[in-house]
Nanobody
Framework: VQLVESGGGSVQPGGSLTLSCTIS????????VGWFRQGPGQGREGVAA????????YYADSVKGRFTVSQDSRKNTVYLQMNSLKPEVTAMYYC??????????????????????WGQGTQVTVS
């Protein structure tokens, strides 16, 4: 299983970016894909996740109303649309897959320890 992120870049405050995460193979019809970020000198934190079985979502409080996670099942791709970007969200963004996740939303979807497969990351810089 391989995950490949794309869509990162530099943007001015208030701008928008959409990240993509393409998954090479999906052994289960329902699984979780999470988006995580890691700023300089910081730990990796979960920001959003989606369960592909019913496309339910879960967000960290810090991004609610500004970030939207979605999926195109035909393309095996999950997106993270980020609006109203602020400098403090500058970080490396990673997507990850958990094929054994619980099917109902909760904070556990943002726990990096539950995810087995990770992408290489894509840099987002807001300045």
């Amino acid at each position: 299983v391989q995950l490949v992120e794309s869509g990162g870049g530099s943007v001015q405050p208030g701008g928008s970016l959409t990240l993509s995460c393409t998954i090479s193979t999906t052994p289960a019809p329902g699984y979780c894909v999470g988006w995580f970020r890691q700023g300089p000198g910081q730990g990796r934190e979960g920001v959003a996740a989606i369960y592909t079985g019913d496309k339910s979502t879960y967000y960290a409080d810090s991004v609610k109303g500004r970030f939207t996670v979605s999926q195109d099942s035909r393309k095996n791709t999950v997106y993270l649309q980020m609006n109203s970007l602020k400098p403090e969200v500058t970080a490396m963004y990673y997507c990850a897959a958990d094929f054994g996740c619980r099917a109902y939303a909760g904070s556990w979807w943002l726990s990096r320890f539950d995810y087995n497969y990770w992408g290489q990351g894509t840099q987002v810089t807001v300045s």
